[in-house]
């Protein structure tokens, strides 16, 4: 159901997202009816943060942080969420959400 929401740890999203081609679209075709959670792995144990971009790629709609940590992940968070008047929402690209197109992170464009 369109209201579900899903939480993957860190290893497992990674493993999604290294599937070979097709398969790793699934990911993507996924967060367009879900909201999509990655959280990261239990072997953080020093607070350090993932890197958001790989999976704001798929659609992930969360990211979960450590705010403790003052990083590049967490810089680019705050850059990243800034926009639209810094309300901490911002709608996906087109390209994420069209049904008539699937966009394919691994591909150059």
Same mark, same amino acid.
């Given at each position: 159901?369109?209201?579900?929401?899903?939480?993957?740890?860190?290893?497992?999203?990674?493993?999604?997202?290294?599937?070979?081609?097709?398969?790793?679209?699934?990911?993507?075709?996924?967060?367009?009816?879900?909201?999509?959670?990655?959280? *990261?792995?239990?072997?953080?144990? +020093?607070?350090?943060?993932? #890197? &958001?971009?790989?999976?704001?790629?798929?659609?992930?709609?969360?990211?979960?942080?450590?705010?403790?940590?003052?990083?590049?992940?967490?810089?680019?968070?705050?850059?990243?969420?800034?926009?639209?008047?810094?309300?901490?929402?911002?709608?996906? *690209?087109?390209?994420?959400?069209? +049904?008539?197109?699937?966009? #394919? &992170?691994?591909?150059?464009?």
């Amino acid at each position: 159901k369109c209201f579900h929401s899903i939480s993957f740890k860190e290893s497992k999203m990674d493993d999604l997202i290294n599937q070979v081609s097709p398969e790793h679209l699934d990911l993507i075709r996924l967060t367009k009816q879900h909201i999509v959670r990655v959280y *990261p792995g239990a072997k953080r144990q +020093d607070s350090s943060n993932i #890197d &958001p971009t790989d999976y704001w790629s798929y659609g992930v709609q969360m990211v979960a942080l450590n705010y403790q940590a003052n990083d590049k992940a967490m810089c680019l968070q705050d850059a990243f969420f800034s926009d639209n008047g810094g309300c901490g929402y911002l709608l996906k *690209p087109s390209f994420l959400l069209s +049904d008539n197109e699937l966009f #394919d &992170p691994k591909e150059k464009y």
